[in-house]
């Protein structure tokens, strides 16, 4: 993904988070509903520094000139996400019958790392592990460090813990978002060679896990949930050009 559309979902992330309408960072802007829902859609290319200066002002947040990727406010929001992701991995695991370690971490000759979702059923010896994210940056670093959990982890946690699994079923988890199927669509190829499950499958396995599994799961995640506000009221689509101020280069 460009640099344009990441800068455009971090500003409708916090768009959201401020429940926030298009309409509103509009208004405040002093630009059309239009300059908005350009960018957010990472479409940068002809808006002036003035006019990205002004939607970062409206929305309360550095500017987006130099905004960068360690904004505190989009890192807040992330962390929100993630955990809220989780908590809800190890809701579904519970309620299935599993055995839920939060936050473990690992060291084997060298090779570090932490899992964010990991369980244990004992009446089936099958050991569950989850990797969540709100956001893929690197498929092929996400899907290798998948891959090396998968080969170290059976053998410490049957030393550390005694687990000796039977079946073992190591999972991408995200949001249910477009964007994330999107993602799943355009690398069909990679995601098929690497976690050939899908949804039912996933569910499945979980409810009575036998043999291995490798997979993909969509949870949902309510913006609620995240920011513990309800979504704004949806724009109304409208053929209303931009204003005077956008007109003159804020789109």
């Known amino acids: 993904m460009g640099d344009d559309f990441q800068i455009g979902r971090m500003i409708r992330d916090v768009r959201l988070a401020h429940n926030l309408r298009q309409e509103d960072v509009a ?7 239009q300059t908005i829902s350009r960018l957010e859609s990472g479409l940068l290319d002809g808006m002036t520094v003035g006019s990205l200066r002004a939607i970062s002002r409206a929305m309360g947040m550095p500017s987006i000139v130099g905004l960068g990727w360690r904004s505190p406010e989009i890192d ?10 989780v908590e809800r991995i190890a809701r579904a695991l519970l309620t299935s019958g599993w055995e839920v370690v939060p936050e ?42 998948l891959d090396r959990k998968r080969r170290l982890l059976p ?23 477009s964007t994330h199927r999107h993602l799943i ?28 599994l490798r997979g993909s799961w969509f949870l949902p995640i309510s913006h609620q949930t995240v920011t ?22 804020g789109a």
């Open 228 to 249: 513990g506000k309800p979504p704004p009221v949806p724009s109304r689509p409208t053929a209303a050009r931009d204003g005077p101020t956008a007109a003159r280069g």
């Open 27 to 33: 208004a405040r802007a002093g630009v059309g509903r």
């Open 104 to 145: 473990y971490t690992f060291s084997s000759y060298g090779e570090r790392g932490a899992v964010d979702s990991l369980a244990w059923n004992s009446a089936r010896r099958a050991l569950f592990i989850g990797e969540g994210k709100t956001r893929i940056w690197d498929l092929q670093d996400t899907l290798a460090r």
């Open 155 to 177: 053998v410490l946690l049957r030393r550390e813990r005694g687990w000796r699994a039977e079946a073992v079923g190591v999972v991408l988890v995200m949001p249910e978002k």
């Open 185 to 212: 669509e355009r690398h069909a190829a990679t995601f098929g060679a690497a976690l050939l499950d899908r949804q039912i499958r996933v569910r499945r396995w979980i409810q009575q896990p036998s043999g291995n």
């Open 76 to 85: 807040r929001l992330r962390d929100r996400w993630h955990a809220a992701l």
